[in-house]
Structures are given as C-alpha cells and as structure tokens.
T-cell receptor, first 112, second 111 residues
Framework: DTGVSQDPRHKITKRGQNVTFRCDPI?????LYWYRQTLGQGPEFLTY????????KSRLLSDRFSAERPKGSFSTLEIQRTEQGDSAMYLC??????????FGPGTRLLVL | QKEVEQDPGPLSVPEGAIVSLNCTYS??????FMWYRQYSRKGPELLMY????GNKEDGRFTAQVDKSSKYISLFIRDSQPSDSATYLC???????????FGGGTRLMVKP
C-alpha cells in the first residue's frame, strides 16, 4: 500500500499527558499537512511542510502543539499537557506541488 | 461566517436516485475545489478535483463549480447504498496550500 499512513490509529490518554503521532506520506510527495477534525465538523488546517520546512501554521496550533518533519519524509505531531478539548481525529495528508491532498486514516485521540 | 458552508443533512434518498450536494464559499481567492467522501471513523477519500469554473465528470459523479456565484455542486447518479457516507467539499487558493473544508453533508442511500 503506497497511501498515507498514520500511527497510532487510536490513542487514549489522561489529561496533562503528552502524546505524539506519526505520519508517513506518499513517498514522492514533498508536501505534508496536518488537520484536526471534531465530531460532525470538517477537517481544520493545523500546519504544513514543504520538504523539511514548516511553511504555515494555523492559529489553532497553540504553544502546546509542535510538529516536525526532520528529514522531509515522515512527520510527527506532539501535543503537550493534553486537555479534554484536544480530543479529536488528527488527520495527515500529503501532496506534490501540483496535485491535491490525499489523506491518511487519521489518529483518533481521546483525552480523559 | 465560515469560508465554506455546507448543509449538514442528513440527506436520505432511495437507491437509484440522483443526489445533489452543494456548498457555497466566500473567499474569491479559491481556485481549486475538491469533493471528499468520508466513511465513519475513516480518513477523507478524494472523489473529484476541479480547477476554476466548469464541470468535471467521473463515472457516476459530476462536479460543478460556478465561481460567479461561489457555488460548488456534486451530483451522484444511480446512487447506491455504498454511497452512504459524509461528503466534504473543500477549497484552496492553489494546489499546494491549505484546504478549507465545509462541515460535511451526511448522505444515506436506502435500498
């Protein structure tokens, strides 16, 4: 399978804990995106990378959130000191410079 | 007001019906328009991709964009129970930038 993959698929954590999610994009895609989706809503943009450079960040990405793509391949999204409001589906997508975005299966986070 | 608006539904139709799903948007800079299908607890799956105004057809699916009225449509012909899902419209300023999504319309096709 050469699609976008995400790990883990599900994560349950207690409030205040740190969590980290991983995304592996389609191999030839140089752009990688993170979105967050809450129940009954469409995905909301968080941040995106072109190769290893983080080019844009949403106001939704508070100081507790950090994303990296150190070698321009996979990316990680870390949430520090999780809050119950962080419970959502975290989606990763990738694209080349001239194509639209293809999404992974998402990581569903539940903060207790 | 959200930049992309979509009726949340649910929309319930009998099998074989023609389905019309619609979105409106407010940002004149949007040039790319997509439709994604999302099954419960899954990631969005790209269905249609259109640049600027016009129509695009792919099998049972037809996407229409009218930039003058900022209106986006997806038509599904001969709808099937397997089409039951949430349909998300999305718009972007260019192919590489962030997408702005509508809230999704839940479609139910009854056998």
């Amino acid at each position: 399978d050469t699609g976008v993959s995400q790990d883990p698929r599900h994560k349950i954590t207690k409030r205040g804990q740190n969590v980290t999610f991983r995304c592996d994009p389609i191999s030839e895609h140089n752009r990688l995106y993170w979105y967050r989706q809450t129940l009954g809503q469409g995905p909301e943009f968080l941040t995106y990378f072109q190769n290893e450079a983080q080019l844009e960040k949403s106001r939704l990405l508070s100081d507790r959130f950090s994303a990296e793509r150190p070698k321009g391949s996979f990316s990680t999204l870390e949430i520090q000191r999780t809050e119950q409001g962080d419970s959502a589906m975290y989606l990763c997508a990738s694209s080349s410079a001239t194509e639209t975005q293809y999404f992974g299966p998402g990581t569903r986070l539940l903060v207790l | 007001q959200k930049e992309v608006e979509q009726d949340p539904g649910p929309l319930s139709v009998p099998e074989g019906a023609i389905v019309s799903l619609n979105c409106t948007y407010s940002n004149s800079a949007f040039q790319y328009f997509m439709w994604y299908r999302q099954y419960s607890r899954k990631g969005p799956e790209l269905l249609m991709y259109t640049y600027s105004s016009g129509n695009k057809e792919d099998g049972r699916f037809t996407a229409q964009v009218d930039k003058s009225s900022k209106y986006i449509s997806l038509f599904i012909r001969d709808s099937q129970p397997s089409d039951s899902a949430t349909y998300l419209c999305a718009s972007g300023g260019n192919a590489g930038n962030m997408l702005t999504f509508g809230g999704g319309t839940r479609l139910m096709v009854k056998p």
